[in-house]
């Protein structure tokens, strides 16, 4: 009668499946379905800032790759990588052996944005009633979008708009509340103390955005344009 020798770790398998007991990868390779779901996770960690609905779809990793199994897996997008639309993961593994792949993924960012209500002539000065809501997939649309109304009313049409068009940063122009050589007001804020100095605006800026002013000991002092040319300083 011929004899069959079984090894030490095909008995275990054999125990195992006999025994209805979970059966471990015997390769010591790597988990890819799991490493996919990390991805996936990554970057829902990542998009927790973005506006509307996001989802996160990551590639299949190519199962033909033997990966060592890793006990400390690091993640990062690569230089110049976006976290929405079509995008790549970095995945290194620092141990016990070093191994790095690169794990595509589309992140989807569903979300309400702007578009023209109507017709916007060049110069007009953006109101509520100028706008109008629609909703898609911001990784589609170009870069700059207007979410809220409150990003775009106060601005200036830069170039005329048909109606329905997406509203995108460089198409509406902020309005400068201080203009260089203007002079102004410094006001410079602390705990239990306000202090106000006239000073002379080095250059243009809209509500809220940072500016640089020339006060009268020469000194160049930087703060925030409000209206009525006021500059605010707080510490």
């Not at 996919?36 to 998009?47: G, I, K, Y």
């Not at 100028?130 to 009313?153: E, I, R």
């Amino acid at each position: 009668m011929k004899r069959v020798y079984i090894t030490g770790r095909i008995a275990a398998l054999l125990i195992a499946c006999l025994c209805g007991m979970p059966v471990l990868a015997a390769s010591g390779h790597q988990d890819l379905t799991q490493l996919r779901v990390q991805v996936e996770q990554f970057l829902l960690s990542q998009s927790a800032g973005l506006p509307g609905k996001v989802s996160v779809s990551a590639a299949a990793v190519d199962s033909r790759l033997k990966l060592a199994s890793c006990d400390n897996l690091q993640m990062s997008l690569p230089p110049g990588s976006k976290i929405w639309g079509r995008t790549s993961v970095g995945v290194r593994c620092n141990a016990p052996q070093v191994w790095t792949i690169y794990v595509q993924a589309n992140v989807q960012v569903m979300a309400e944005y702007l578009i023209a209500a109507g017709p916007l002539a060049q110069g007009h000065i953006i109101t509520e009633q100028d706008l109008a809501k629609s909703q898609g997939d911001l990784a589609k649309l170009p870069p700059g979008v207007f979410t809220d109304a409150n990003q775009a009313v106060g601005r200036a049409v830069y170039v005329p708009l048909s109606a329905g068009t997406v509203l995108r940063q460089e198409m509406l122009r902020i309005l400068p509340v201080v203009q260089q050589g203007q002079k102004v007001v410094l006001n410079t804020i602390g705990e239990g103390f306000r202090v106000s100095a006239e000073g002379t605006a080095l250059s243009n800026a809209g509500e809220g955005q940072r500016v640089k002013v020339k006060v009268g000991n020469g000194q160049v002092v930087s703060g925030l344009a409000r209206q009525g040319g006021l500059i605010e300083v707080i510490f």
